[in-house]
């Protein structure tokens, strides 16, 4: 049973449902009961056209939903719509699906959370924490989303900057956990890029490119998380780090600058050092204060006090950090990282301990518990 063919085949079965006539939430609901059924009947024998499977089998249960709510005049006009058997068409509908989830009737936020849910296959759970919002929090905002597009024709697909808001956090997804994730959102951008001639766009490849060209050293043989500093730069992919730098250059020299060219730019610094102690801290301070200037997020602002305490000493940093709200994801690991650099050990180890309770990752809580019995055995020793 292959679960990531299953799991690719449902953006594109799902669109095939929408252009069809079904509204958004009735054909997600057509499509996991398909799903359950792949799963229960493919390990006896898959089927030599998955694709056309799973869509004929959720038309099907689309028609049975419909059956119940709709009169029989629509029902039988349905009917005569459905698929021939025979091989489904090769087409990609992942990215045109991205867009039609981006629907104008929805803002911003809630279409990148149902598209997240719905075509992303992140878990209610997982886009919280991306949000910084509680699991209820979200689950309503995605239920209210389904019930605002719920008999909604897509035909007005949404704009450019939801989308690459979504592809951003799916690939983040992907690169902390799932590889085929984060590959998928390279692929997906790539497709974006050389349908749509937007700056960002050109930004968040080159970004997403960056991170991933670094993805093969931020894990040890034994699965645990290594630093940025501690890594092995040997083991980064030049080849998608040079590609990243020209898709950047180019995109910067257009004088449009967004956030995920500044991000890129960051990302660019870091992969340009041959070593951490030659990494150019000053100017990733002065790339962090332009995207303040577009984002005022708290994240960032977090970011940069770290930064600030490598280009400008961990007092710096400690300074800069004591202005954001304590509360912040990761904030209680950064002081510890800094208070580390300043001497402090009694004070780093109590902090990462903290930390660690609260990581929202088994691997950054592992690394964290281990900063944590680093010190104390230094210091007991």
């Given at each position: 049973m292959n679960d990531a063919l299953l799991r690719s085949l449902v953006p594109s079965v799902l669109a095939v449902l929408v252009r069809r006539g079904a509204d958004f939430a009735a054909a997600e609901d057509a499509v996991q009961d398909a799903l359950v059924e792949a799963v229960r009947v493919w390990p006896g024998e898959q089927p030599r056209d998955p694709k056309g499977w799973l869509v004929t089998v959720a038309w099907r249960r689309f028609l049975d939903a419909a059956r119940a709510d709709t009169a029989r005049r629509r029902r039988e006009d349905r009917t005569e719509e459905e698929p021939a058997p025979g091989p489904a068409p090769e087409v990609d509908d992942t990215l045109q699906l991205y867009f039609l989830c981006a629907h104008p009737s929805l803002t911003p936020a809630s279409a990148v959370a149902l598209t997240l849910r719905a075509v992303g296959g992140l878990t209610t759970r997982q886009i919280a924490q991306a949000y910084l919002v509680p699991e209820a929090t979200m689950a309503q905002r995605i239920s209210r989303a389904?019930?605002?597009v719920s008999g909604v024709r897509f035909d007005r697909p949404g704009d450019v900057s939801t989308v690459l808001r979504v592809l951003y956090l799916v690939f983040n997804e992907g690169y902390s956990g799932d590889v085929d994730l984060a590959a998928e959102a390279i692929r997906l951008t790539r497709q974006l890029a050389a349908a749509v001639d937007?700056?960002?766009?050109?930004?968040?490849?080159?970004?997403?490119l960056l991170h991933h060209a670094r993805r093969a050293a931020r894990t040890a043989a034994d699965g645990s998380?290594?630093?940025?500093?501690?890594?092995?730069?040997?083991?980064?992919?030049t080849g998608?780090?040079?590609?990243?730098?020209?898709?950047?250059?180019?995109?910067?020299?257009?004088?449009?600058?967004?956030?995920?060219?500044?991000?890129?730019?960051?990302?660019a610094l870091h992969a340009d050092a041959p070593t951490p102690e030659e990494t150019d801290w000053v100017q990733i301070v002065e790339w962090?204060?332009?995207?303040?200037?577009?984002?005022?997020s708290p994240v960032v602002r977090l970011n940069r006090a770290v930064a600030v305490g490598e280009a400008d000493g961990p007092r710096a940093g400690l300074?800069?950090?004591?202005a954001l709200d304590a509360a912040l994801p990761r904030h209680t690991a950064a002081a510890a990282y800094l208070h580390e650099r300043?001497?402090?050990?009694?004070t780093a180890a109590r902090l990462y301990a903290e930390a660690a309770r609260t990581a929202p990752n088994l691997p950054e809580r592992d690394h964290l518990t281990r900063q944590a019995a680093r010190l104390n055995t230094w210091l007991r020793g």
């Open positions: 389904k019930r605002t937007h700056p960002e766009v050109a930004g968040l490849l080159a970004l997403m998380l290594v630093p940025l500093a501690e890594q092995d730069r040997g083991r980064w992919d998608a780090i040079a590609e990243g730098v020209g898709i950047l250059q180019a995109a910067l020299a257009r004088d449009r600058l967004g956030e995920f060219q500044a991000q890129a730019a960051i990302a962090y204060d332009e995207l303040l200037r577009l984002t005022d300074a800069a950090l004591t300043a001497g402090n050990p009694t």
